[in-house]
């Protein structure tokens, strides 16, 4: 019974220390995110955070809390929430299983946040590092959606 105890109270704290995403964003898993993008052709925003960053919370509560940046992003972009420390495993467009840290360090996520801009194939069209202000946000947006424009979408 102890063991059932201590187990449940792991597995509670284990959840309780997951990174967390931005409230009110539609974040998916990566394989999520990654399957939705090559259904509709729209691009991937994939952040990385992890639990208790500073910098993560700081720009979620400073840049991810305007309307605007929500209504850009949710409509521009299927969005992916990756924990760079996380163990949960996924599986990639290609078929391979990997975990949310091993993706972590396929796209150079060594510190938190990250954020990544990439094609439903899993091209990174550009990278971001640390706090962003929400001029970042909609810079980076505009010079995406241009990106997108000149090349057609892909």
Known sequence: MLRVVVLALLLSLAAALQADA?????????????????????PVFVYFGRYGCGYCEKTNKEAFSDAQVRERYVQNYV??????????????????????????????????????????????????????????????DRKLQALRAGKGAR
Do not use: K, N, W
């Open 22 to 42: 931005p409230a009110s964003y539609p974040f998916l898993s990566f394989d999520e995110a990654m399957a939705q993008a090559a259904e509709d052709g729209r």
């Open 79 to 140: 969005l992916a929430y990756v924990d760079a420390e996380s163990g949960r495993r996924l599986r990639l467009p290609s078929g391979e299983r990997t975990t949310e840290r091993e993706l972590g360090t396929r796209y150079d996520a060594f510190v938190t946040p990250v954020f990544s801009f990439l094609t439903p194939d899993g091209e990174v069209l550009h990278r971001m590092v640390g706090v962003q202000r929400i001029e970042d946000l909609m810079d980076a």
